[in-house]
């Protein structure tokens, strides 16, 4: 590791708090109502949007109703985008004849873009007509994206609520994500992105004549209004097979800049927003603290396992030097580290390196992010599942110290300690038993490309980064066959909504429950010394459900590459 390292990774940390900070209170005032100087300008496109979908603006929405609208909403574009990959062959803006999608990986497709999971079991370029990329990929990075933020945006609502059974309305926050943050937004990095370099066009594939005389097809299209969305609404869906580690994807230094900062910007900007509505800021700065050094920590561990190389290569053919393996050298050690935690700490799923190339250790940091699924998290889900793991942390200390568990001004009881559970135990239930299923199968072990343990980490990532909604990938895994295709695609389901639809039923619970005075014996959330109970539940309940898996994974194969073996 070099401090010029080092001073770029804490630096692009440094840019994604400085800005994401005060969006945070901007969410804040769009979503309390809060009228501002744009107000002549979304106003009439909203009223509009309103009467178009039938929506009265003004009716206020239980959390059974809330819930009731989001997932049929959910429903229906998951089977208008499934039809569409399977007839888009057939369809305009296709000036590359690339045909539909068979069944299996259609499902697999749909239930990933709408899950904001954006696993692809497909090369981009080679797979998805322009339609297909507009209508289905790009609509659905907007929409999943939007899912997940309204459904932390009606739980902050149920928190603070007293005495009441409304969470908001469903059909007026899903205008004003779109209309007042995410099309805009997009469009404005959409712009800056096509200024440095990546395309946006419905011309056909080039045909280019290198200097050795060969021809070369050289795929392009609407890529930059893709990576815009793909990246500020945590989704990852890359348009080229390889995603930003593609030249027209993310072209230099300053690209990936760009990309993580993007990534990271609505995550990191809810945490103040959460501490709005709690008009507590105090609890926004405890939160920002622990996770931005989680985050840190991550970073660094890839970038010293990353620097340090693969003693094997040293002993055995003497090579010297870090481990370049996978990463592309414009973006260099430092950015494709950061860029590996980011994408799983905001739960993304872009990469701009294979991490099937990475180090056990530089591997193990993504796969323990992505099975934490709380290090800020992806769009709107993250902050539920910090809060998720805020219950159970009061929980558990009022029991070591024999209070009666309350937290945000609301009493904890029974229920909402076993919806909390259930949301928390889906999450290594959606990933260890479809993982054992898959090594112990034919079907799962013919699509390792690698066998022993690294062949094991390429499942276990798989699975995790469905149940996760995070969409990365241990590339050496073939996942384009019935199994895999089925199997993740219901995984990622599961993992989405059975933990939505938990978290929903404690807002109900909450809203309902009138708002008490702080006492003495209230415990307080926005202190360090709670934050490192925190931290410390989130690191056992991941070390009791994860570890036997990880042993046998990536820190196995680290012990072995450090040993000196390889893999037979």
């Known amino acids: 590791m070099t401090l010029l390292g080092s001073l770029q990774i804490l630096s692009v940390i440094a840019i994604i708090l400085i800005v994401g900070i005060p969006l945070g209170g901007y969410l804040y005032r769009v979503f309390t109502g809060k009228r501002s100087w744009l107000e002549p300008v979304y106003g009439p496109v909203e009223r509009l949007l309103y009467k178009l979908v039938g929506a009265n603006p003004s009716v206020e929405m239980d959390w059974k109703a809330y819930l009731k609208s989001l997932l049929l909403v959910n429903l229906v574009m998951m089977l208008f985008v499934y039809v569409?990959?399977?007839?888009?062959?057939?369809?305009?803006?296709?000036?590359?004849?690339?045909?539909?999608?068979?069944?299996?990986?259609?499902f697999n497709t749909a239930a990933s873009f709408i899950t904001n999971t954006n696993w692809q079991n497909y090369g981009g370029e080679a797979s998805m007509t322009y339609l297909g990329q507009m209508l289905g990929i790009?609509?659905?990075?907007?929409?999943?994206?939007?899912?997940?933020?309204?459904?932390?945006?009606?739980?902050?609502?149920?928190?603070?609520?007293?005495?009441?059974?409304?969470?908001?309305?469903?059909?007026?926050?899903?205008?004003?994500?779109?209309?007042?943050?995410?099309?805009?937004?997009?469009?404005?990095?959409?712009?800056?992105?096509?200024?440095?370099?990546?395309?946006?066009?419905?011309?056909?594939?080039?045909?280019?004549?290198?200097l050795q005389g060969a021809t070369q097809t050289i795929s392009r299209g609407p890529v930059a209004s893709l990576e815009a969305?793909?990246?500020?609404?945590?989704?990852?869906?890359?348009?080229?097979?390889?995603?930003?580690?593609?030249?027209?994807?993310?072209?230099?230094?300053?690209?990936?800049?760009?990309?993580?900062f993007l990534m990271g910007l609505i995550p990191t900007a809810l945490i103040a927003t959460f501490g709005r509505f709690l008009r507590n800021r105090k609890q926004a700065t405890v939160l920002y603290v622990l996770l931005t050094a989680m985050v840190l920590a991550g970073a660094f561990l890839v970038y010293g396992s990353e620097a340090a190389g693969n003693p094997i290569l040293h002993n055995v053919l003497g090579?010297?030097?870090?481990?370049?393996?996978?990463?592309?050298?414009?973006?260099?050690?430092?950015?494709?580290s950061l860029f590996v935690a980011?994408?799983?700490?905001?739960?993304?799923?872009?990469?701009?390196?294979?991490?099937?190339?990475?180090?056990?250790?530089?591997?193990?940091?993504?796969?323990?992010?992505?099975?934490?699924?709380?290090?800020?998290?992806g769009q709107g889900v993250g902050l539920l599942n910090i809060i998720m793991f805020m219950l159970i942390t009061v929980f558990l200390s009022g029991l070591m110290v024999g209070r009666t568990p309350?937290?945000?001004?609301?009493?904890?009881?029974?229920?909402?300690?076993?919806?909390?559970?259930?949301?928390?135990?889906?999450?290594?239930?959606?990933?260890?038993?479809?993982?054992?299923?898959?090594?112990?199968?034919?079907?799962?072990?013919?699509?390792?490309?690698?066998?022993?343990?690294?062949?094991?980490?390429?499942?276990?990532?798989?699975?995790?980064?469905?149940?996760?909604?995070?969409?990365?990938?241990?590339?050496?895994?073939?996942?384009?066959t019935t199994f895999y295709n089925v199997s993740i695609g219901l995984v990622m389901l599961l993992g989405r909504y059975i933990s939505m639809i938990a978290m929903f039923a404690i807002a109900g619970s909450l809203a309902k429950k009138a708002v008490i005075p702080e006492s003495p014996g209230t415990l307080?959330?926005?202190?360090?010394?709670?934050?490192?109970?925190?931290?410390?539940?989130v690191?056992?309940?991941?070390?009791?459900?994860?570890?036997?898996?990880?042993?046998?994974g990536p820190i196995g194969e680290h012990i072995q590459m450090w040993s000196g073996q390889v893999s037979p």
Do not use: C
Not at 353 to 374: C, E, K, Q, R, Y
């Open 84 to 106: 569409l990959f399977r007839v888009m062959g057939h369809l305009p803006l296709n000036p590359d004849h690339i045909p539909s999608m068979p069944w299996a990986l259609a």
């Open 138 to 210: 790009t609509y659905l990075q907007f929409t999943s994206a939007a899912t997940g933020f309204v459904a932390a945006i009606a739980f902050l609502r149920a928190l603070v609520n007293n005495r009441s059974n409304s969470v908001g309305n469903f059909w007026v926050d899903m205008v004003k994500i779109h209309t007042r943050v995410l099309l805009p937004f997009a469009f404005i990095a959409a712009v800056v992105l096509v200024g440095l370099g990546l395309p946006e066009t419905l011309l056909g594939a080039q045909t280019a004549h290198t």
């Open 342 to 377: 980011a994408t799983t700490s905001y739960t993304t799923g872009a990469v701009n390196a294979m991490h099937d190339s990475l180090t056990p250790m530089g591997g193990f940091v993504p796969i323990l992010f992505m099975m934490f699924n709380m290090v800020f998290g």
């Open 406 to 480: 309350e937290i945000f001004g609301k009493k904890i009881e029974a229920k909402e300690i076993k919806l909390a559970t259930t949301a928390m135990l889906v999450h290594p239930f959606v990933i260890l038993v479809p993982t054992a299923i898959a090594v112990a199968t034919h079907m799962g072990v013919s699509s390792m490309n690698n066998s022993y343990l690294h062949g094991f980490s390429e499942v276990l990532y798989a699975y995790t980064s469905g149940a996760a909604n995070n969409g990365s990938a241990f590339a050496g895994l073939n996942g384009n």
């Open 524 to 537: 307080r959330t926005d202190t360090f010394s709670f934050g490192g109970i925190f931290i410390a539940v």
């Open 319 to 336: 090579i010297t030097g870090p481990n370049m393996e996978g990463k592309e050298v414009r973006f260099g050690i430092p950015l494709s």
């Open 539 to 552: 690191v056992i309940v991941g070390a009791l459900t994860f570890f036997p898996a990880l042993a046998i």
């Open 229 to 260: 969305i793909k990246q500020l609404g945590t989704n990852g869906g890359g348009y080229f097979n390889a995603n930003s580690a593609h030249p027209f994807e993310d072209p230099s230094a300053l690209t990936t800049v760009i990309e993580i």
